[in-house]
């Protein structure tokens, strides 16, 4: 039996090869993500340049910027800088409360590790909608927190539809998506490094700050943006614990599309906050690469 010498030709033949098999391999995710993610993308920007009828029909005709330009009205700036807050103030309080519970998770061992993930996962276990409404009754004004309040004296709390209310119910839903790609990232730590800082004489602050804290900086980032994107454009948990006092962008898009009928204005939302979303990712991983 002889053995063929491999020749540049072959090696580049066999490099083909590799390569449409992995296309063939990639070919249904692909074909799934082209069919239900970049058609239905497409649909809604051609339906952002659309005009409509005197009647409020979408009319794929008289092709126009309208409904970008009334992107700049008072009422619009007013509902996405809501939205815009809320959603660094969940990113923020998800960060700071998770990154300690991340770290102890990560320096336990493998026993209790393992419990405290299955305890950190329990959440996706159940529906996020019956969960959101599990809120709207404790916090409601026969809820859990008002009941607490009269027990000590206090007037009965009712945060149910407010900005508290959905802040609350944000930073619940959303903390499971920071604590894990923190728990990875300190997982991964190398602690020879934590301890040549502190023999050094590094106190404990500064060996965290100058050390832990820079190496964990990729799950710091892959949280903040897991977090930050869904909740700018959060729907479900505005709608229940919000209700119509507490109007935000993803509630506003869908009441263009349902009870306004102005699929042209809707579409033109949704482009242009998915557009201003990932311009907002790609300088947030372009400066924490820098600096990680």
Do not use: H
């Not at 992107?71 to 619009?76: A, E, G, I, K, S």
């Not at 894990?180 to 602690?191: F, G, Q, S, T």
């Not at 892959?222 to 229940?240: D, E, K, M, R, W």
């Not at 962008?249 to 979303?277: C, E, K, T």
């Amino acid at each position: 039996m002889t053995t063929q010498e491999a020749t540049p030709e072959l090696e580049a033949a066999a490099e083909r090869a590799r390569s449409r098999r992995g296309f063939r391999i990639a070919l249904p995710s692909f074909a799934y993500l082209v069919i239900f993610f970049v058609l239905p993308l497409l649909l809604v920007l051609v339906y952002s340049f659309a005009s409509r009828s005197s009647t409020g029909l979408t009319l794929l005709e008289d092709w126009n910027l309208d409904s970008y330009g009334r992107l700049f009205t008072p009422l619009v700036g007013e509902i996405f800088l809501r939205s815009l807050v809320l959603a660094l103030s969940t990113t923020a309080i998800c960060l700071v409360v998770c990154y300690p519970f991340a770290y102890y998770i990560a320096t336990r061992g493998p026993t209790l590790r393992n419990v405290l993930l299955v305890l950190v996962m329990i959440p996706f276990w159940s529906n996020f909608l019956v969960r959101t409404y599990a809120w709207s009754f404790i916090l409601g004004s026969d809820g859990i927190a008002s009941q607490i309040s009269q027990a000590f004296g206090g007037e009965p709390v009712r945060l149910l539809f407010t900005n508290t209310a959905v802040l609350i119910g944000m930073v619940y839903g959303f903390m499971p998506f920071m604590v894990l790609p923190l728990y990875a990232a300190i997982e991964r730590l190398d602690w020879s490094l934590v301890e040549a800082a502190r023999d050094l004489y590094a106190s404990g602050w500064t060996a965290f700050r100058k050390v832990t804290l820079p190496l964990s900086m990729p799950g710091v980032i892959a949280g903040s943006i897991l977090v930050f994107i869904p909740a700018l454009g959060a729907y479900v948990t505005p709608a229940i614990l919000g209700g119509a006092r507490t109007t935000l962008i993803g509630d506003y898009i869908v009441g263009q599309f349902l009870s306004a009928r102005n699929w042209p204005f809707g579409s033109a939302l949704s482009i242009s906050i998915m557009f201003l979303m990932l311009i907002a990712t790609l300088i947030y991983f372009r400066s924490g690469a820098r600096n990680v």
